[in-house]
């Protein structure tokens, strides 16, 4: 595989609306010791991203500041070090920033075959979400067949992602979405109950199933102490993000009472070993169930690269029901 020394990129020309993304030429990256260079075929497109561009997220140091934080395609060179690929290997990979370009660096060990059966589309769609979903709900927060788990954002990428790793697990599933047809979609994917939490309130309709072993929350806010007035005696609430803002006043006595735990995470920052770490359980226990047929990425829509702005409107308007993803080229 030839690779050019130049490459078309997205790039973020300031802080703002997603009209700041512009087409931009870039020199191809090298792969160091122990990074593989991908030819990008499908970039997906996260929230994080948008949180990117919008000033709100920064990548951290020795990252590419371009946006992009999941691909699929071809490697196209290796690093020192690297074994496991060889140039021509169709990967999909977490990326550490730099994925809305026509190559991308990642470390060898952040990457995974495509599974069976997944276009090279759908699978741009899986690494974000799987580490994220997998990291939190299992490796964080325990969860175990039998229990009964409340996702918030039912249908966002990261939802319908947790709804079906969790019944694949043999968890009950419970979700709110924004609508009724997004309640649906979540039901459809798996959960047992889905509710619109326009019109429904989350605590009540979970207290006649005992309440909730462990949540996963994007929301905060508000939703902290109706979160932990849902959980269950020793219940758990991992959270991912704090969509309407991390700060409000709280009793912790009842963590105390009933044994309640509060974690989180974010991905991004973390070490590239944990990151291996969660790669080699994902390709473990969550690759088995792509293969298997139990889960399979819900794909909202795609966009050719220049349209960049467009997909980010998208994930950022309440429409969206799953993934978005960039087509970067055949
Ligand atoms: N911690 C990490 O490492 C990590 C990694 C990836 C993503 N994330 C976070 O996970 C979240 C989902 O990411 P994504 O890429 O899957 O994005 P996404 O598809 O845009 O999902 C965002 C979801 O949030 C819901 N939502 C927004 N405002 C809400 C509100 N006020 N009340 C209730 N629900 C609300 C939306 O559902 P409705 O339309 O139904 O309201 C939507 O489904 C984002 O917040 C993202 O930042 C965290």
């Avoid at 020309?13 to 990074?35: E, F, M, R």
């Avoid at 309640?183 to 989350?202: P, R, S, W």
Wanted: with cysteine; hydrophobic share 40%; proline share 8%.
């Amino acid at each position: 595989m030839t690779v050019p020394h130049a490459m078309l990129a997205i790039e973020i020309t300031q802080p703002g609306p997603p009209d700041v993304l512009a087409p931009c030429s870039v020199p191809v990256p090298v792969p160091k010791h122990g990074q593989i260079l991908i030819r990008v075929a499908y970039a997906g497109v996260n929230r994080p991203d948008a949180l990117q561009r919008a000033g709100a997220y920064n990548p951290p140091a020795n990252a590419s500041p371009l946006p992009g934080l999941e691909c699929s395609g071809h490697v196209a060179a290796i690093g020192p070090g690297v074994t496991r690929w060889a140039v021509g290997d169709a990967v999909c990979a977490l990326l550490p920033g730099g994925g809305y370009a026509e190559y991308a660096l990642t470390a060898a060990d952040h990457a995974l075959p495509i599974p069976d059966g997944i276009s090279l589309r759908d699978a741009a769609c899986l690494p974000e979400t799987c580490f994220t979903v997998w990291s939190n709900i299992v490796m964080r927060g325990g969860l175990r067949a039998g229990e009964k788990f409340l996702i918030h954002g039912g249908t966002s990428g990261i939802g319908t992602t947790a709804i079906q790793i969790a019944r694949a697990l043999g968890a009950r599933v419970f979700t709110t979405a924004g609508s009724d047809k997004k309640c649906a979609v979540c039901t459809d994917l798996g959960a047992e109950a889905a509710f619109n939490y326009t019109e429904q309130d989350f605590v009540s309709e979970m207290k006649p199933h005992g309440g909730a072993d462990l949540i996963l929350d994007m929301v905060g806010g508000s939703y902290l102490p109706r979160n932990i007035k849902t959980l269950a005696d020793d219940g758990r609430l991992v959270q991912i993000a704090f969509l309407t803002g991390p700060k409000i006043e709280l009793n912790f006595a009842e963590l105390m009472v009933r044994r309640l735990t509060i974690t989180g995470s974010t991905l991004r920052p973390q070490s590239d070993l944990a990151k291996a770490r969660i790669a080699a359980q994902i390709e473990q226990h969550v690759w088995p169930m792509i293969a298997r047929g139990a889960l399979k990425p819900v794909i909202d829509s795609e966009y050719p690269l220049d349209q960049a702005p467009a997909a980010h409107w998208r994930i950022e308007t309440p429409g969206h029901i799953g993934k978005i993803v960039l087509k970067i080229q055949d």
